[in-house]
T-cell receptor, first 115, second 115 residues
C-alpha cells in the first residue's frame, strides 16, 4: 500500500510563531485525519477532512486549523504557538468507503518543538 | 462521545510468556476495533483488528477477543519476543451521520519484554 508522507519531519518554532504541517495524498483516499501525540501520551483527535470539507474537530482551540486541497493533500496550521503544542503530529488516511473494513494508515509524523 | 479506556498502562513480561491488554469502550454503536503497535520513534502500525460480527480473531501469535455485551476487547500476545516491546494502542470507531467518523484511541500500554 502506498505510504503517507508528512513534511517536515522535524520543526522547531518559538513561542508565538505559526507552524504549518503537511500530509501527502494517497490516490483515491479522500479522507484525512490529524492527531496530536504529546510526549508519553496517547493519540488525541484534532481534525477530520473529507472531500475538502472539515467534518469534525476535536477538543482543541481555534488556533489549530487546517485545510484539504483538491488533490486531497492536507495542511495543519497552528497559530500563536505555545510550549505545550510540542508534540508529534500524525496524519492518517483510510480508503474510501471505509465500510468498517480498514484501519488508518498513519503518516511518518512531524515532530514539532516549541521553544 | 466515544471513550476508550485501556489497561494496564505498563506491562513487563518475561520472554516467552503471554501478554494481555484490555480495553473498554462506551459507544454501543461502535463496531470496529483495531490495535496499533508503535515502536520508539515510529508511526503507529495496524497489527490486528476485529469487527463486531465476530468474537475472536487470530493472526499467528496475536489474537483479539471482543465482548460486545460487556463492551470490552482484549489483545493477546503469546510466546512474546523482544521485538514485541512497544507501545500498543486500542481504538474504537465512532459512528456518525457521515458514517465512520473517526477512531478514538486508548491511552496506550507500554509493553516491555524481559529477555
Amino acid at each position: 500500500e502506498a505510504g503517507v508522507t508528512q513534511s517536515p519531519t522535524h520543526l522547531i518554532k518559538t513561542r508565538g510563531q505559526q507552524a504549518t504541517l503537511r500530509c501527502s495524498p494517497i490516490s483515491g483516499h479522500t479522507s484525512v485525519y490529524w492527531y496530536q501525540q504529546a510526549l508519553g501520551l496517547g493519540l488525541q483527535f484534532l481534525l477530520w477532512y473529507d472531500e475538502g470539507e472539515e467534518r469534525n474537530r476535536g477538543n482543541f482551540p481555534p488556533r489549530f486549523s487546517g485545510r484539504q486541497f483538491p488533490n486531497y493533500s492536507s495542511e495543519l496550521n497552528v497559530n500563536a504557538l505555545e510550549l505545550e503544542d510540542s508534540a508529534l503530529y500524525l496524519c492518517a488516511r483510510i480508503p474510501p468507503s471505509w465500510g468498517f473494513n480498514y484501519g488508518y494508515t498513519f503518516g511518518s509524523g512531524t515532530r514539532l518543538t516549541v521553544v | 462521545g466515544e471513550n476508550v479506556e485501556q489497561h494496564p498502562s505498563t506491562l513487563s513480561v518475561q520472554e516467552g510468556d503471554s501478554a494481555v491488554i484490555k480495553c473498554t469502550y462506551s459507544d454501543s454503536a461502535s463496531n470496529y476495533f483495531p490495535w496499533y503497535k508503535q515502536e520508539l520513534g515510529k508511526r503507529p502500525q495496524l497489527i490486528i483488528d476485529i469487527r463486531s460480527n465476530v468474537g475472536e480473531k487470530k493472526d499467528q501469535r496475536i489474537a483479539v477477543t471482543l465482548n460486545k455485551t460487556a463492551k470490552h476487547f482484549s489483545l493477546h500476545i503469546t510466546e512474546t519476543q523482544p521485538e514485541d516491546s512497544a507501545v500498543y494502542f486500542c481504538a474504537a470507531n465512532l459512528i456518525s451521520n457521515f458514517g465512520n467518523e473517526k477512531l478514538t484511541f486508548g491511552t496506550g500500554t507500554r509493553l516491555t519484554i524481559i529477555p
